[in-house]
């Protein structure tokens, strides 16, 4: 593939919030740009092109695919298009970064490495929270031993949004309900600093329609012992911090999804405050990320390898059959749950 002085040239797949976001982010940095816009309709993929000043719009994901002046494409439909959006980019010979949680299910999540692997390409899950320099800061204070051993790890995603029955939160056809939305954060986290997760224990409330999970909490054990206690809600505001406790100490990390400050706690010692602001909204990292893979030649990031992608589907399909979310794959299934 080739590259100009812009760096490497993104296509965006889906018009959504979260597209627009990516943008933005992408305008902070001289890594990439984006080039082309695809939609479902020929009508969105304009709208959002001229806001963007993006030269190619096309009316249809496979021909954004297709586009010989992309390098790269972001992901950013509703999750359960993640999984045939990202194959079709994969297979026309694009790098992928898909919007998390990577797929509906583990399955999913396995067929597409599969063929990153077969093409040659780049995938990586956005889990953006992870190349915040907030985030980086928690790994470096961790790796020296400012806390010890990580024991313990709780967090928390909860917003308290109004009830849409149509609205992608609580849509079961759109791969609705706080687990996937927003619980795929608190679980990476404890993934990151207790190791291999099992679950021991999952509880849900359901929204009124009984079709997804509104709340859901669950208890999980780490490879070396250490527990973590994780909750997301779509219809409850929770205090979206996250802790961190070890055998000298535990850090703090306020909004940890979105992570600008750290509070460390070191026993016996006054607390430490840090601050590390975003440069533009925070998915700047993950998309320079990307482009310093993709110039060395690899095809994931050790940050967010594919292993680990895996390994966070393979816990959201077992949180899932342990409370009571009945899914089959490749989406949920449109019937009320018990």
């Known amino acids: 593939m080739t590259h100009d002085n812009g760096g490497l040239r993104w296509g965006v797949i889906g018009t959504g919030g979260i597209a627009h976001s990516f943008v933005e982010a992408l305008r902070a940095t001289p890594t990439g740009r984006v080039t082309a816009v695809g939609s479902r309709t020929r009508d969105r993929a304009d709208e959002f092109a001229d806001a963007w000043d993006v030269p190619e719009r096309h009316g249809s994901y496979a021909e954004l695919a297709a586009s010989p002046h992309v390098d790269a494409v972001y992901v950013a439909t509703p999750h359960p298009w993640h999984h045939p959006n990202a194959l079709t980019c994969l297979n026309a010979g694009k790098h992928v970064l898909v919007e998390k949680p990577m797929a509906m299910n583990a399955l999913q999540v396995a067929e597409m490495t599969a063929a990153a692997r077969a093409n040659d390409r780049f995938l990586m899950e956005a889990m953006w929270t992870r190349y915040l320099p907030a985030s980086r800061l928690v790994r470096d204070l961790v790796a020296d031993g400012a806390i010890g051993e990580v024991h313990w790890v709780s967090a928390e995603f909860g917003v308290n949004a109004p009830y849409d029955p149509d609205h992608r939160l609580f849509n079961a056809d759109l791969g609705g309900g706080a687990l996937l ?11 990151r600093y207790l190791g291999e997760l099992t679950v021991v224990g999952a509880t849900r409330q359901l929204s009124p329609d009984r079709m997804v999970d509104t709340h859901t909490t669950v208890l999980v054990r780490g490879e070396n012992g250490g527990t973590g206690v994780l909750a997301c809600a779509s219809r409850t505001t929770l205090p979206n911090r996250a802790v961190l406790a070890g055998t000298r100490g535990w850090l703090e990390i306020p909004q940890f999804y979105a992570a600008t400050d750290v509070v460390l706690h070191r026993d016996g010692a006054e ?3 840090f601050h590390r602001p975003f440069r533009a909204n925070g998915y700047e990292y993950e998309a320079e990320e ?5 110039a060395a030649g ?13 390994r966070l589907a393979r816990l959201t399909d077992q949180i899932r059959d342990v409370g009571g979310l009945v899914h089959s794959p490749p989406t949920v299934k449109a019937v009320p749950l018990a």
Do not use: I, K, N, Q
């Not at 990307?290 to 993709?294: L, M, P, Q, S, T």
């Not at 095809?299 to 680990?308: G, K, Q």
């Open 181 to 191: 939305d927003l619980g795929v954060y608190p679980l990476a986290l404890a993934s």
């Open 271 to 273: 607390p430490e405050a």
């Open 290 to 294: 990307v482009a310093r893979r993709v």
């Open 298 to 310: 690899e095809r994931e990031s050790p940050d967010m390898p594919w292993a680990e992608s895996l």
